[in-house]
């Protein structure tokens, strides 16, 4: 079925410009129709270089709500205002894709899955990880059986100093935490995805504030403000499922490591491993011998498309629509953006008590 879908974007800053924007207006199929932000001049901005002639600009966007010809709303706000605005949209008859994570608490994500429910709307979650030509192609080794029980992984979110210095990053209450929220929720999201599994046991966390309080200090994006600094730097996880599978969960926007990977999981199962930490090895045991494979995956196409490159934010974005256009499911389910939130919060929640946290 081909037919145009009109897209309302609520939220027009670093990741609406960065990845949403330039994404949806490569699609055919696809027209800009609204653009909110709480700074009007974004908004204006924005409608002016990805709009439709007649795109319409708000400051409220219980106004854009409002407006009955819109049928999808991507939600790019801060993460203390997802929930909010996800449910309004949902409850307004739009799917939603919301940005990364789903939401600060996983009571706020929850109140999100029971209006999509309510509205028979769809939602999906912006971990466009998921669509990397790596990613893909490891997917589809988990998915044949090739590594066998994945017992053990490792969720990889480091960077040496690589603290993002603009908008509410550092902001505990916006965004509810740093480098663990903002970062490890993509390494914890492709690892579980990985593994099919979304039942979580037990975890124990622990956060560190440790070279936040350093002034002068080498970054990618320039010095920070310790003051202003109040999210942790570094935080780690160690996740039991049911099964008895665990992962370990390792996340920071700075700290002393060489051992520098981001959005990348390590897995070991009973027939095989993999990894993404320098390209995308598979590795086992064969005729006696042991094998790593190194796997070439190319300048060309990725998995759902052949012949022409495309950015996993592009795939993302093409196949969100083609979910909407066809009422087909999305490859991000909220229920397991849901598990993922439910994780993060743990691992902040047992970092505080000192205790581990029981599902």
């Not at 600060?104 to 999100?112: G, I």
């Not at 390494?187 to 579980?192: E, F, N, P, Q």
Request: glycine share 8%; hydrophobic share 40%; net charge negative.
């Amino acid at each position: 079925m081909s037919r145009t879908v009109k897209v309302a974007i609520i939220g027009c800053g670093g990741i609406a410009n960065g990845k949403h924007m330039p994404s949806l207006s490569k699609l055919s199929n696809v027209e800009l129709v609204a653009f909110c932000d709480v700074l009007v001049e974004r908004a204006e901005k924005a409608a002016k270089e990805y709009g439709t002639s007649e795109a319409r600009v708000y400051e409220d966007y219980k106004e854009l709500l409002m407006d009955e010809a819109i049928e999808v709303v991507h939600v790019l706000t801060p993460n203390d205002s997802h929930a909010e605005i996800s449910v309004a949209a949902l409850e307004a008859g739009k799917h939603v894709m919301c940005e990364k994570p789903m939401a600060k608490t996983s009571e706020e994500a929850r109140l999100m899955i029971d209006a999509a429910e309510r509205s028979g709307k769809k939602l999906t979650i912006g971990y466009n990880n998921r669509f990397r030509p790596d990613s893909q192609h490891l997917h589809q080794v988990c998915e044949r059986g090739d590594l066998g029980e994945v017992y053990f992984a490792k969720a990889h979110a480091i960077r040496r100093r690589a603290v993002p210095t603009w908008g509410v990053f550092l902001d505990e209450e916006k965004q509810g935490g740093g480098p663990l929220i903002d970062i490890g929720t993509h390494a914890l999201d492709l690892t579980l995805w990985m593994m099919d599994n979304y039942k979580p046991k037990s975890v124990m966390g622990a956060v560190h504030h440790k070279l936040s309080q350093k002034k002068d200090a080498a970054n990618a994006w320039g010095p920070w403000d310790p003051e202003k600094f109040t999210v942790e730097d570094s935080a780690f996880g160690f996740i039991t499922m049911e099964n008895g599978a665990t992962i370990v969960l390792e996340s920071s926007w700075a700290l002393n490591s060489l051992e520098v990977d981001e959005a990348k999981c390590s897995l070991s199962g009973t027939e095989g491993g993999a990894d993404m930490k320098d390209g995308l090895r598979i590795h086992g045991e064969n005729f006696g011998k042991l094998y790593t494979t190194n796997v070439e995956l190319g300048a060309g196409g990725v998995a759902f498309y052949d012949g022409k490159k495309e950015s996993d934010a592009d795939l993302e974005a093409r196949l969100w629509i083609d979910n909407v256009i066809n009422d087909t499911e999305p490859v991000v389910k909220p229920e397991q953006a849901f598990v993922v939130t439910q994780i993060l919060e743990a691992i902040y929640e047992s970092a505080k008590t000192g205790k581990a946290v029981y599902f």
